[in-house]
């Protein structure tokens, strides 16, 4: 990968400070005073890329997000400050099919190092259903068999591919809510940090170490948590879970479709009410950007509780937790309550 290096002056210092903090300066590596001349400009899409920026990036890197907190990233539109600040970036980790927005304009930045993280691990279909038992439980081996060097592009995930979140049986794109694939992609980001930067490669790999461990432990208590539940279908208003459904041995039904702006149609309405019953479903998830309207008026007329089983596109005050982490600890929480498991 060709290294672009920084020139570690006022000017350029000056730029982040002008052209990237203005943004979501939600990064916690980013310093106040615009200090930033000598770390490695990161820009983010979303937070699941944030996230990874910064637990693998630490203190050498200055994290952008994209998408400031709140806001439904599949809807994002980007100011002509924000597509300059891409340009400007040593590094962009973004997630295609996400964010067409970005996706288009990375491709125009000229950036040299952009890592698309769909090309760090493998990708699906899933549609409103998700079975665990249709399609097995695929295990660590994903990270040797399908672990990238430096975020180039594997062949199977041509520009044709599908990553157009859901739509023509595309492949979805929600890969962060499975740890093990997370975990994938965060070797392959970290791989790519130590090309990028390689002065600091031996503190990329250690962290990249540290969070794959972290994210190891956390498919660990997933599996633990959710081995006996009383039910195994959980109903949903956005189909964020198939990963999760998959890895875990769960039937996600989805309300609507992958796209969360998606209206149900009266049929899957009424299927909704006829699974609710077969399966047991005690609960209907919402999540915390979108609204929940639909799930309390489904739940109304099936006698079913809501609960927040959040995507983790975004951290804000209403999140059940400060981080990726902490996160996905509550969403393990709410599934067993209304799995009924132990």
């Given at each position: 990968?060709?290294?672009?290096?920084l020139?570690p002056?006022?000017?350029?210092?000056?730029?982040?400070?002008?052209?990237?903090?203005?943004?979501?300066?939600?990064?916690?590596s980013?310093?106040?005073?615009?200090?930033n001349?000598?770390?490695?400009?990161?820009?983010?899409?979303?937070?699941?890329?944030?996230?990874?920026a910064?637990?693998?990036?630490?203190?050498h890197?200055?994290?952008?997000?994209?998408?400031?907190?709140?806001?439904?990233?599949h809807d994002?539109?980007?100011?002509p400050?924000?597509?300059?600040?891409?340009?400007?970036?040593?590094?962009v980790?973004?997630?295609?099919?996400?964010?067409?927005?970005?996706?288009?304009?990375?491709?125009?930045?000229?950036?040299?190092?952009?890592?698309?993280?769909?090309?760090?691990?493998t990708?699906?279909?899933?549609?409103?259903?998700?079975?665990?038992h249709?399609?097995?439980?695929?295990?660590?081996?994903?990270?040797?068999?399908?672990?990238?060097?430096?975020?180039?592009?594997h062949?199977?995930?041509?520009?044709?591919?599908?990553?157009?979140?859901?739509?023509?049986?595309?492949?979805d794109?929600?890969?962060w809510?499975?740890?093990?694939?997370?975990?994938?992609?965060?070797?392959?980001?970290g791989?790519?940090?130590?090309?990028?930067?390689?002065?600091?490669?031996?503190?990329?790999?250690?962290?990249?170490?540290?969070l794959?461990?972290?994210?190891?432990?956390?498919?660990?208590?997933?599996?633990?948590?959710?081995?006996?539940?009383?039910?195994?279908?959980?109903?949903?208003?956005?189909?964020?879970?198939?990963?999760?459904?998959?890895?875990?041995g769960?039937?996600?039904?989805?309300?609507?479709?992958?796209?969360?702006e998606?209206?149900?149609?009266?049929?899957?309405?009424?299927?909704?009410?006829?699974?609710?019953e077969?399966?047991?479903a005690?609960?209907?998830?919402?999540?915390?950007?979108?609204?929940?309207?639909?799930?309390?008026t489904?739940?109304?007329?099936?006698g079913?509780?809501?609960?927040?089983l959040?995507?983790?596109?975004g951290?804000?005050?209403?999140?059940?937790?400060?981080?990726?982490?902490?996160v996905?600890?509550?969403?393990?929480?709410?599934l067993?309550?209304?799995?009924?498991?132990?």
């Open positions: 990968m060709n290294v672009r290096r020139i002056t006022t000017a350029v210092a000056g730029a982040v400070v002008l052209g990237l903090t203005a943004l979501s300066a939600c990064s916690t980013d310093s106040a005073d615009g200090g001349g000598d770390k490695l400009k990161v820009t983010a899409s979303f937070y699941p890329m944030q996230f990874l910064e637990k693998i990036g630490g203190e890197v200055a994290v952008t997000s994209l998408t400031k907190p709140g806001v439904e990233p994002l539109e980007l100011t400050r924000q597509i300059g600040s891409i340009s400007e970036s040593d590094y980790l973004y997630l295609k099919g996400i964010q067409p927005a970005v996706d288009d304009a990375i491709k125009q930045s000229g950036v040299r190092n952009t890592v698309d993280a769909a090309t760090l691990t990708l699906e279909n899933h549609g409103s259903e998700v079975s665990g249709d399609h097995g439980h695929e295990g660590e081996e994903h990270a040797e068999e399908h672990g990238h060097e430096g975020g180039e592009a062949e199977e995930h041509s520009e044709g591919d599908g990553h157009n979140h859901g739509e023509e049986g595309g492949a794109p929600h890969i809510l499975d740890p093990v694939k997370y975990a994938e992609v965060a070797k392959g980001v791989k790519s940090l130590e090309q990028a930067d390689p002065d600091h490669a031996a503190d990329y790999k250690k962290n990249t170490d540290a794959v461990a972290e994210l190891g432990e956390l498919n660990t208590a997933y599996e633990t948590g959710l081995k006996n539940p009383s039910t195994r279908t959980f109903i949903t208003t956005h189909s964020a879970f198939g990963y999760l459904a998959e890895r875990y769960l039937t996600q039904q989805g309300i609507a479709g992958i796209d969360p998606a209206e149900p149609s009266p049929a899957r309405i009424q299927e909704i009410h006829t699974i609710a077969k399966e047991k005690t609960t209907v998830f919402f999540e915390t950007l979108a609204s929940d309207k639909t799930a309390k489904l739940a109304k007329d099936t079913l509780k809501t609960g927040v959040d995507p983790l596109e951290i804000t005050e209403k999140s059940q937790g400060a981080d990726y982490i902490e996905m600890e509550s969403n393990l929480a709410a067993q309550k209304a799995l009924g498991a132990k």
